[in-house]
């Protein structure tokens, strides 16, 4: 068993991209997404760069060595340390079909328990190493990219601490290792009747830990969208010691312990255990797709549902060419994926009034349609759902061919959506005919919504030339994140910060809230070790 | 007119005790409770201390004058001085009615703008005074106190600051001034068709930025428990300079701001404004009363409603001799206190569903009494919520007449809550047959409750000694606290920290996470003027 696998179950992972190494596309997926993009870019063929293999990276040597006593859990393998440099986002796929990765950790740890990580924190400590913990490796910001520096590297990979070590069904929680994996930690909660049911696209290998450092967005589109609010309390170990919160469902003692973590990306401390929030596996749903004659309609109808305190599950407005992944770039309106579930009763009266809520802005639905028997995944929308989830095995193929495909996410007040949205468009659309050749698509849908405003995200493909991919990515990934941010919405509604978005993540936050991040970093983190450059300068 | 009444709209308030000098309660209404007191100690009369007078309490003369600049908003008069001394526990009463003052701030200021404020902050720097930012005026944890100093005391009463400075109907939104008591901030929103619906039993002189800085518990028994749900951006001043947060639905861009400032109880900066989320006025309601043979048939219901996505606006769980505020000792069983409220629809199928949850668990309901035609204020809720409003005003009769009335609140998982419960009224009511001669008495309701736990509301009443009611006070209060903390629940719920608190929120809160936030309030607060010794030590 390679080292790799030791950790992910016995099962590989691809080193230069998203998930195992045994599922893939098929053939025939493959062969219809690049006709597809072939149409859409008016190209008749791409040329193919085959997936890198380990031999045509020259890694780096390691820069440290592990001390005896930590080293049956390290590893200066060059595949395990590939495979912990970059995370899933384009321009990491990107770096890695150019075979380039000067900076990969220098060490990648595997600790079994608070033990090896309190070891890890020593031997970084005496050794002036910079620590980076490691989830799922599923970042698309470069959250946990080991910064240039001349400090040696040890990323912390947390795999093995994937139990459920303590289920109460009482209150419907849960005490769970931040390095269990969605599938993992679902799995063990099964047999209890409950889910966490925090549905990320990236669940297959994301982690518990992941969620919370980055306050991940999950499966429901109102309500409980973000992982912040399943969170009933933390253990975290930091270089100055180990803290747990109290396990409490609401308090009002001071500012929040818990929210301190939350989203701290791994600069304060790593997060071993939390006491998360769970529900009851669903048995009731109702489910359609309501389909607008144009966005702003569908945005109307998606405004109305989020202020109507019906709280559906899924919420999600797309433009009707992204949802029906269509070449014809005259598909026009906008489909609304909407749904009920319930663990307790039976959604006729929220559906009900939900169309009506949809039909007020003129929204159509097939009545044949509407499901409420327990069948989740057919129609439109469970079409859409499936390919949502299957969507990043894609990824490497249209690197390999040159074919840009990266998304920005945001969230803005309704009263500004509307303005918002036309001038990120705008923007991003005048760049991409300067940068690019072939025509660009830019797509915009709403992940979550909440009662003053959507959380949108763009999706954007194009067909750069191969030698100046990585240079074309980041010119027109500049304007649109330079649009967020200057329009007024977020640099990230659920992505996280990283390396990728700090430029813009400093023009919104208040500096005086960097300083105090950085005063308290400095006393859980005095050395610096942690995810340097991360969120704050050292 | 008055200096107190310059910033309270005219309307003069009691210095030593609650509300407005114009309301009190009716001579009908106090006889029946004086003699339910009397029933319920067993004792024939009571021995009346007089409300106290300006005139009888040694004020301190002023150790600090305000610079000629700042001279218009400052004041150093008596009276003004003792209203802004302590807040409305029952200790701050009993201090009140023994003459008791020995600390009262050297001076009140009223800022009008933010300018102001600045120079204030200038002030204060350069006097090496302690300053500490007041909203309404209702803490019952003392939170706004001075401490024991030789540095000498300003108070800024943010009473001036009370205007709604835009509202935004289409993200149902607003921009408020923190200073603003409830009934103005809603009077402001009311011809919008918007309110803020968080309704405290503190409303009527308590402020939106006290709420923020507390973390207070609204109206609302579940989902939107706290105001810091409802926070949409804040914008706050501290001695190192001013900071907006950005107006945002969600977002995941590393730590929340907003989250550091709100529950920082004036430790870290003055809340000048803040974007509020609203929502319509609602116009269909169902509500009801559901009997139970014990509290814990009700407590069992309640979860079953807490975990079943029904979201009641009201949810509360009364022991029945609470609700009836009965003499008789021998009420036994519960009352819920049930209701669905919504701007958008019927809520037919809500409470249907919810009455068949109560009915699993034993609960009983007078058809004929449940209410869904928007008449808010019948029926035994209707009664039950009059009284929780007007039970302020009685609070100096009782402390007159040496009647101990106090509360704990707390919250923990529902695994441990029946064990939870049964010890601290264990503790309390073994320590109160100690320390009091007459029989105590100690009740407890769920004021919010959540999927995971409910926030358990303990209420004691005692007949003490004259002269030893302040020593019998803090002996019984040790006792209910320490319970609460020891047994794992959290020190408050939505009262705060404050001074009062302080010593068991230390035993709560991680020790790293009290440094942390020492860090971030050096940063803010270099010279450490701004409410010392709330939350942290210097």
């Not at 031997?123 to 989830?135: D, N």
Request: glycine share 8%; charged share 20%.
């Amino acid at each position: 068993m390679s080292e790799l696998a030791k950790v992910l179950g016995g099962r590989p992972r691809r080193f230069y991209g998203w998930g195992y190494a045994d599922e893939s596309v098929s053939t025939e997926e493959l062969a219809r997404v690049v006709a597809t993009f072939a149409k859409r870019f008016g190209v008749s063929g791409f040329d193919v760069t085959p997936p890198p293999r380990v031999s045509e990276f020259r890694v780096r040597a390691p820069r440290i060595e592990p001390p005896a006593a930590l080293a049956a859990i390290c590893t200066g393998n060059p595949e395990a340390r590939l495979a912990h440099s970059y995370g899933k986002a384009w321009l990491d796929s990107a770096r890695m079909f150019r075979r380039h990765c000067p900076n990969p950790p220098d060490v990648v740890a595997y600790p079994r328990d608070e033990s090896d990580i309190a070891e890890l924190f020593d031997w970084c400590t005496g050794a002036g190493a910079i620590c980076i913990p490691y989830g799922g490796g599923s970042s698309v910001v470069s959250g946990f990219e080991p910064p240039e520096s001349e400090r040696p590297v040890v990323t912390l990979d947390l795999g093995n601490l994937n139990r459920v070590l303590e289920v109460d069904t009482t209150s419907q929680a849960a005490r769970i290792q931040a390095g269990a994996l969605g599938p993992q930690l679902e799995a063990q909660l099964k047999p209890h009747g409950l889910t966490l049911r925090h549905f990320t696209q990236s669940f297959e290998i994301s982690s518990l830990g992941g969620w919370i450092a980055t306050r991940a967005g999950g499966h429901f589109a109102t309500l409980y969208t973000h992982i912040d609010d399943l969170v009933e309390s933390l253990r975290v170990m930091t270089p100055a010691g180990t803290l747990n919160t109290r396990r409490l469902p609401g308090s009002g003692a001071g500012p929040s312990p818990d929210r301190m973590f939350i989203g701290s990306e791994g600069i304060l401390g790593v997060i071993t255990e939390a006491w998360m929030r769970l529900r009851k596996r669903p048995c009731f749903r109702a489910s359609t797709t309501v389909r607008f004659g144009d966005f702003h309609a569908g945005a109307d109808a998606v405004r109305a549902l989020a202020q109507s305190g019906l709280y559906p599950a899924n919420c999600r407005l797309l433009e009707a060419k992204e949802a029906a992944y269509s070449p014809d770039a005259r598909a026009e309106g906008a489909l609304m994926v909407l749904s009920f579930e319930s663990a307790d009763h039976p959604l006729d009266a929220w559906m009900t009034r939900a169309l009506e809520l949809c039909a007020d802005h003129g929204g159509e639905w097939d009545r044949a349609a509407l499901e409420s028997d327990g069948s989740q995944h057919a129609g439109a929308a469970g079409e859409w759902r499936d390919k949502f989830i299957r969507m990043p095995y894609f990824q490497e193929h249209l690197t390999a061919r040159g074919i840009i495909a990266t998304t920005v996410e945001s969230a803005i007040t309704w009263d500004r959506f509307r303005d918002f949205h036309a001038e990120v468009m705008h923007r991003t659309m005048k760049a991409a005919g300067r940068i690019f050749k072939h025509p660009s698509t830019f797509t915009c849908r709403f992940t979550h919504v909440y009662p003053d405003g959507p959380a949108a995200y763009f999706t954007f493909h194009a067909l750069a030339e191969k030698n100046t991919m990585l240079e074309q990515y980041r010119e027109i990934k500049q304007v649109m994140l330079s649009a967020l941010v200057e329009l007024g919405g977020t640099i990230t509604h659920h992505h996280a910060v990283g390396r990728y978005h700090r430029p813009w993540y400093d023009r919104q936050r208040p500096e005086l809230f960097a300083q105090a991040l950085r005063a308290a970093k400095h006393v859980l983190d005095p050395n610096g070790m942690l995810n340097p450059g991360v969120l704050i300068d050292p």
